[in-house]
């Protein structure tokens, strides 16, 4: 009867090393077809960047087309094949379009990297209304839409990535940043939903959230005051890598921002008041100027 256990815990043991195993074998992306949404810039630009330099074939889709034809010619190095789909993400006829074209030069879509965001600082009292809904239309509605038009493709496939780019003040809220916050928070719980919906289908979803990153979208804000807050900023290859490795380990949610971000997300579920005390102590008139801009042109007062 003793051994009987013993066999069982030990086929129990190779059936569960096995599963690990097989789940750390890395997806080779060679050939995939990966459409970066946002990628005329920043982190979706690297995004672009480090999936064609593992040679899958990626779709750029943004609003600027002439940033996307130089992503594009950039991206020629690897000698991958790329497609430019310019698309406000904001418009149904753009996202239909997107999926349309992108099936119409590849024949598939294997990755889906929903990166396209915009940012709306400053205290929410004053944000400006029309910029609030063009926020989650663009953050979240777009990104929910565009999914809903992906996952029949995938599913027809048999298999399929979905890659939401959400933000580490999802997990932990910023002064200066609600509307923006929110607008990640939700993101966070539709990759949850969605995962849990997608999983008998074999379709994996993946949450990556960057912590502070040198990009145009805050570029405006005074560096020297963001580093006060005590996470370092990144530059755009960190999520880059994060991503495409989200993808090729099948990672589920991805926290970026170092031992900073990971003690405020713990702290904000266990012990919120803690981090409304951090946020009394370190909310400078000079911390809420740079975190207000956030998403304004660099030039703008
Ligand atoms: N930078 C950070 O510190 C940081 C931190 C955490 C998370 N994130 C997230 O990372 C993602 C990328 O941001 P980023 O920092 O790389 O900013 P970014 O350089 O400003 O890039 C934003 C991208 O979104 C695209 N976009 C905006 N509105 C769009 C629309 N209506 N339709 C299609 N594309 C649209 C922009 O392209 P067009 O203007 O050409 O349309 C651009 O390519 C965002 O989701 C952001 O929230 C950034």
């Not at 630009?45 to 130089?70: K, M, S």
């Not at 149904?92 to 990297?113: K, M, N, P």
């Not at 929910?144 to 992906?150: T, Y």
């Not at 890598?241 to 904000?268: H, K, N, Q, S, Y």
Request: proline residues 5%; neutral net charge.
């Amino acid at each position: 009867m003793k051994r009987y256990w013993f066999g069982l815990a030990g086929l129990a043991g190779l059936a569960v090393g096995m599963r690990y195993a097989l789940r750390q074998r890395p997806l080779d992306v060679r050939g995939r077809v990966v459409i970066v949404s946002g990628a005329s810039s920043g982190i979706g630009r690297a995004t672009a960047h480090a999936f064609a330099a593992r040679g899958a074939r990626v779709v750029l889709a943004a609003r600027r087309a002439d940033r996307l034809a130089a992503v594009q010619a950039e991206l020629a190095v690897y000698g991958v094949p790329t497609l430019v789909v310019p698309a406000d993400l904001g418009r149904e006829s753009d996202l239909a379009a997107l999926v349309e074209q992108t099936l119409a030069a590849f024949g598939r879509i294997d990755v889906l990297v929903c990166n396209a965001g915009l940012d709306l600082g400053g205290l929410h009292g004053e944000v400006d209304p029309a910029r609030l809904r063009a926020l989650v239309e663009v953050n979240f509605t777009a990104t929910a839409r565009l999914v809903q038009l992906v996952v029949p493709v995938l599913r027809a496939q048999g298999r399929g990535q979905i890659v939401i780019v959400g933000s580490g003040e999802a997990v932990s809220p910023v002064p200066g940043q609600a509307a923006y916050a929110t607008s990640k928070a939700a993101l966070a719980g539709f990759a949850a939903a969605l995962r849990r919906e997608l999983d008998d289908d074999g379709l994996r979803v993946s949450l990556v959230l960057p912590s502070l990153t040198r990009t145009p979208m805050i570029a405006a804000a005074d560096e020297a005051v963001l580093r006060r807050l005590g996470i370092g900023i990144d530059e755009p290859e960190t999520p880059a890598a994060a991503i495409v490795d989200a993808v090729r380990f099948g990672r589920r949610d991805v926290i970026l921002g170092g031992p900073g971000l990971i003690a405020a997300t713990w702290l904000e579920r266990f012990a919120p008041g803690l981090m409304d005390l951090y946020w009394r102590w370190m909310l400078t008139p000079e911390l809420i100027d740079a975190l207000s801009r956030f998403g304004q042109e660099p030039d703008a007062s």
